[in-house]
T-cell receptor
């Protein structure tokens, strides 16, 4: 079993729909990242969470530390949101520290006009 | 926001040659950088942790003599794939950390697509 599981693996939706991508992890973490990867491969960091909820534009990310679960929501989805969304966790306790990320396999999102 | 620049973005090389990939943090100092590799349709996997002024820490299964990492300054880490083989063809991406402890943020380079022929 992977340490970071994402669902769904693939998601196709219509423009305007509300999108939810889920991430569950099985290890202790100091932070969780949501990343966006475009077809060319480049990665953009969307959020870094250690608790609660963050919002940036149409994107919302939440995390429940007790349940080891995080969700990424996209409101009023648009074709330009089409990308691979990746959940990644940084292991460790409250010290954070310089540990590499462990990645989920990603969710391939396609928003159709 | 912080920018991490990775170069080259793609490279094709002959089997047996070496390829150097650079990762620079442009507007912050990064004591730690990470090198990841992604094979088609697979997750990114951590290869090694690069610490400024000290030896890199390699993940299990990653050959340190094949993937040479040099973190000579607080803004530059390099990954050299030595004696490249076709199975080394992959997408390599670096990441740099900015900040301390709970506020540490990760920034990613654009990635390098390596094709060994």
């Amino acid at each position: 079993k992977n340490e970071v599981e994402q669902s769904p693996q693939n998601l196709t939706a219509q423009e305007g729909e509300f999108i939810t991508i889920n991430c569950s992890y099985s290890v202790g973490i100091s932070a969780l990242h949501w990343l966006q990867q475009h077809p060319g491969g480049g990665i953009v960091s969307l959020f870094m969470l250690s608790s609660g909820k963050k919002k940036h534009g149409r994107l919302i990310a939440t995390i429940n530390i007790q349940e080891k679960h995080s969700s990424l929501h996209i409101t009023a989805s648009h074709p330009r949101d089409s990308a691979v969304y990746i959940c990644a966790v940084r292991r460790g306790g409250s010290g954070g520290g310089a540990d590499g990320l462990t990645f989920g396999k990603g969710t391939h999102l396609i928003i159709q006009p | 926001g912080a920018v991490v620049s990775q170069h080259p973005s793609w490279v094709i090389c002959k089997s047996g040659t070496s390829v150097k990939i650079e990762c620079r943090s442009l507007d912050f100092q990064a004591t730690t950088m990470f090198w990841y590799r992604q094979f088609p349709k697979q997750s990114l996997m951590l290869m090694a942790t690069s610490n400024e002024g000290s030896k890199a820490t390699y993940e299990q299964g990653v050959e340190k003599d094949k993937f040479l990492i040099n973190h000579a300054s607080l803004t530059l880490s390099t990954l050299t794939v030595t004696s490249a083989h076709p199975e080394d063809s992959s997408f390599y991406i670096c990441s740099a950390l900015r900040g301390l402890s709970m506020n540490t943020e990760a920034f990613f380079g654009q990635g390098t697509r390596l094709t060994v022929v």
